[in-house]
Structures are given as structure tokens and as C-alpha cells.
């Protein structure tokens, strides 16, 4: 039986309050849209620019390995938690001020990253940025919802909406680059700032105000069960895989977190006014597209995360040279934003979904075959198919989320859809993270210091440090073994991702276009 959740779309429940063109008009839905890329461009570029950084973090900070984890996705992790609860506040408060908000303190948190005098410190900023990331998000969603109520032209603005979030992904390890190359790593976060002040100015005279006209009560139970149950359900799931399930910490944070999420998913069902309506996963359609996008930055997020380091400690490539060798993948997944609605047409939902899923599998697959001295040719073409079908599978996932909820319920949506890719993104970083340093430390010399069996950069600077021969064996086995760990990471990634396109192929293979 086909079930179909979707609603008329309507603005008439919402206030415009921009002054100049008449609501609804398309020079206020264009204009408005640009305004709200520049908002998902500042979240992208912070998701990416760190990748660089971390050889030079690793030097300057010193940070232990999971540290080191934490560092990359506590961000992903904190948005994560909070993207449902910001997403619903939004519906109440307003989106646009709730995004204004969380841009200026966006601009705040990246000063403190910028100058963070230790680890610690850089993991508490980073998980800073996630929170006021996780305000700016799902209201530029339901914004573009809001502003676009047909259907094509909404398809055609989530592409652009996604085009520029993986554009700003690939402007992130560009512009990194670009500063390591004549500034501390801090700097990486400062380019944040000048985008904050742009957006502050232009959303106050460009973007719209919407809201739920009906809203009702923030449940705040219901926010902190939703915080506590996805971080500690992460936490569990990072820290077991990466120190094992012998720890009495990690049985703690798993239950209390299942716990939790359970606990959360029973309260909506209950509440006249959930925050977030858990009745839209019976749409086959809904559930195939956040599974989709959770599963698709699984298998992605930590590959792409380690490559960076492949680029720079394996192949000596320098900081710009390792943003520029990432630029495939980034303009593929421009391209495959682009295109997915048009894919879609064409296609429908379900061929294009699940063949992007599947492309994207074997592409990745291919990366499992990667060594020292492959081609840069071949990691270059597999780059760009990688790219294009992850741009295609994240535009048409959230098309197909936005169409299946209440126009009104924008917000919360919306939200889910972003909370699939984060945290998606976090646990590909723990995931793929953990396989690979396992194998990495197995293929270390006995009696390596604990700075070289905690990061490849460790190694390299404990070479350094030794006599030239005995230097020399710790650099190749250190490199050989990383490698050898990231063929294995990419060759599960790509079997996980396979396993994604046939499960999505089932769960619509009952609904209709």
C-alpha cells in the first residue's frame, strides 16, 4: 500500500516582512535564495577547511588520537544533536531570525577556534560552530519551502541550494590551502568572519520572515531527550570502536542514549504538537530519502576525511596542491546537484536514487586499489563520478524529504534531512576513522612512540626525530600501513554504500512517483 504524507503547499500561512518587490514575486524568490546560499556556503566551508589544517593541528596542538577524531567531527556530532530541536524552534520562532542569530554566533565561535590554545579548546569551539550551524541549516530549507511553492521551481532551488553547499565544500580545502600555505592553521577559521558580516547585513534586507502560524510549545523535554540520545548513542558508537567496549563509560553513553531516542520517539507520538511529527517515517519515500543521504556520508565523509592526509603525508603534496587535488569531487557533486531534478524527471526518484547510490559505491570501491604511486589520472576521474552521483543523491534526498512534509513544518523537516548528512558525516569520520587507525597502528615497527601510533603526521614528525635510517623504516611503514587501512576503509565504504542502493530500491518499489 502506498502511503503519501504530502500536503498542498500554500504560502498564505506565512508573513513576508522585506520591503520592495511584492511577496511571492520571482525578483524576491531569486534574490532571497541567493542570500540563503551564502548562508549554506559559510556552514560548507567550515565542514571542509578543517581537513587541511589537521597535519598542522596534529604538530602544533599535539592532540591524542581520538582528540584528533574529535576534533573533525564534534561539529558534525553537535549539529547533529541539535538540527531536529533548532529546526522545530525555527518553525516557531521564525526562520529567519533564528538564522540571523546563529550566523553571529557562528562569527563568535570562529574567532575561538581560530586561536584555541589546545586541543580541548579547539574540540569546545568546534562543537560551538556546530550549535549555531545547526540554527542556520534547516531554516534556509524551510525558507526555500516557503519561498517556492511549485514544485519545479523548488527542485530547480534545492539544486542550487546544494550546488552551493558542495561548492562550498569545495572552496573550504581550496581556501585552506591557500592561508596554510602563508598563515597559521588558525587562519582557516578567520575567512569565516567576513562571510558572517555579509550574511548579517543581507538577510536583514533580503530574507523573508516565516513561521508556523500554529505552532505551539517548544517541548523542551523533548530537546534535551533528542541532544542527549544522538550524542550519546555517537559517543558510544566512536568511542567503542576506537578504545573497545570494555570501557563501563561506553556502555553508559549507548544505553542512555537508545534510552533516550526511544524515549523521544514515544513523546512525539503523544504530543498534540510534537517537535518533530515521527509520523512521516511511514512514508516509504520520506524513510528511503533520510536513509539515503545518512548512509551515502557514512560511506563518504571518512574516506574523503583521510585522503586529505594521503594527499599531503603519503604523496608530499602541500596544503594548496591537496585542496586542488580534492576540486574533482567537489565539482562533480556541483554538477549532480544540478542535474537531479532533471535526472529525476526523467528517470523518477527511484531509478535515480538508488543508481546514484549504487555509482557511488563502486566509484568509492575503486579507491581501494589506491597506492603511493597511483596516477593522479585515475584518483582524479574516480573523484568526479564520486562527486556528481553524492550531488545527485543529495538534492533529490532532500527534495523528496521537503515534498513529503507540511509546508508549515518546514523547519523540523527539513531538519531531519540535514541531520541524516551530519550525522552521517560524523560517523563515517568514527567509522572509517577507527578501521583505519587500527590497521595503521598494526603495521607500525614495535616500539613506535605514542605520537606515531596516534596519527601519520606523529610519525612523520617522530622521524624527524630519529637517526636517518631508523627514520626512514618508521616514514614507510607508517605510510604503507595507512594506506593499506584506507583501501580496506574504502572497500567496506563501498559494500555499505551497494547495500544502500538496494534498500532504497525495496522501500520505494511500493510508492508512486
Not at 50 to 72: H, R, T, Y
Request: aromatic share 8%.
Amino acid at each position: 500500500m502506498t502511503t503519501d504524507m504530502t500536503v498542498p503547499q500554500t504560502t498564505s500561512a506565512y508573513r513576508y516582512n522585506r520591503p520592495g518587490a511584492p511577496a511571492g514575486s520571482p525578483r524576491t524568490r531569486w534574490t532571497a535564495l541567493a542570500v540563503l546560499v551564502l548562508a549554506v556556503l559559510l556552514v560548507a566551508v567550515d565542514a571542509t577547511v578543517l581537513v587541511l589544517a589537521l597535519p598542522f593541528i596534529s604538530e602544533s596542538l599535539n592532540p591524542s588520537a581520538p582528540q584528533l577524531l574529535w576534533i573533525g567531527d564534534s561539529y558534525s556530532f553537535v549539529i547533529a544533536g541539535l538540527l531536529v530541536s533548532m529546526g522545530s524552534l525555527s518553525d516557531r520562532v521564525g526562520r529567519r531570525k533564528l538564522l540571523l542569530l546563529g550566523a553571529a554566533a557562528f562569527g563568535v565561535a570562529s574567532l575561538l577556534a581560530a586561536y584555541a590554545p589546545s586541543a580541548g579548546w579547539l574540540i569546545a569551539a568546534r562543537a560551538l560552530l556546530g550549535v549555531a550551524g545547526a540554527t542556520i541549516m534547516p531554516s534556509t530549507l524551510s525558507l526555500i519551502r516557503t519561498l517556492f511553492p511549485d514544485d519545479r521551481e523548488r527542485a530547480r532551488a534545492i539544486g542550487i541550494w546544494g550546488a552551493a553547499a558542495t561548492a562550498g565544500a569545495a572552496a573550504g580545502p581550496l581556501l585552506g590551502g591557500v592561508l596554510l600555505e602563508h598563515f597559521w592553521w588558525g587562519s582557516v577559521f578567520l575567512i569565516n568572519v567576513p562571510l558572517v558580516l555579509v550574511l548579517l547585513v543581507l538577510g536583514t534586507r533580503l530574507l523573508p520572515e516565516s513561521r508556523d502560524p500554529k505552532p505551539g510549545a517548544w517541548d523542551l523535554p523533548s530537546v534535551g531527550l533528542s541532544l542527549v540520545g544522538i550524542i550519546g548513542a555517537v559517543y558510544a558508537v566512536k568511542e567503542g570502536a576506537v578504545e573497545g567496549l570494555a570501557r563501563p563509560d561506553v556502555w553508559l553513553a549507548g544505553v542512555l542514549g537508545v534510552a533516550c531516542l526511544t524515549t523521544f520517539w514515544r513523546r512525539q507520538l503523544r504530543l498534540p504538537m510534537p517537535l518533530l511529527d515521527v509520523r512521516l517515517f511511514a512514508n516509504r519515500r520520506f524513510t528511503a530519502a533520510v536513509l539515503a543521504a545518512l548512509i551515502a556520508l557514512i560511506g563518504l565523509s571518512g574516506v574523503v576525511f583521510f585522503l586529505a592526509q594521503y594527499f599531503q603525508l603519503v604523496r608530499g603534496y602541500s596544503p594548496l596542491m591537496a585542496g586542488l587535488a580534492d576540486m574533482p569531487a567537489f565539482a562533480g557533486s556541483t554538477l549532480g546537484a544540478l542535474v537531479a531534478a532533471w535526472l529525476a524527471a526523467r528517470a523518477g526518484h527511484r531509478r535515480a536514487l538508488a543508481g546514484a547510490l549504487l555509482a557511488m559505491g563502486l566509484g568509492i570501491g575503486v579507491l581501494g586499489w589506491l597506492d603511493a604511486t597511483t596516477p593522479y589520472l585515475v584518483i582524479g576521474i574516480a573523484f568526479t563520478a564520486i562527486g556528481m552521483v553524492e550531488g545527485t543523491v543529495y538534492a533529490l534526498s532532500t527534495t523528496m524529504v521537503l515534498d513529503a512534509s507540511p509546508a508549515a513544518k518546514a523547519g523540523a523537516a527539513s531538519a531531519v534531512s540535514e541531520t541524516a548528512y551530519e550525522l552521517g558525516t560524523a560517523l563515517g569520520i568514527a567509522l572509517v576513522g577507527t578501521v583505519t587507525t587500527a590497521i595503521y597502528r598494526s603495521g607500525l615497527p614495535a616500539g613506535s612512540s605514542e605520537a606515531a601510533r596516534n596519527s601519520l603526521g606523529g610519525a612523520v614528525e617522530s622521524s624527524r626525530a630519529l637517526p636517518a635510517a631508523e627514520g626512514g623504516n618508521l616514514l614507510r611503514a607508517a605510510q604503507e600501513s595507512f594506506v593499506h587501512g584506507l583501501n580496506v576503509a574504502a572497500l567496506l565504504s563501498g559494500g555499505l554504500l551497494v547495500a544502500a542502493a538496494a534498500l532504497v530500491w525495496f522501500l520505494m518499489r511500493l510508492t508512486r512517483r
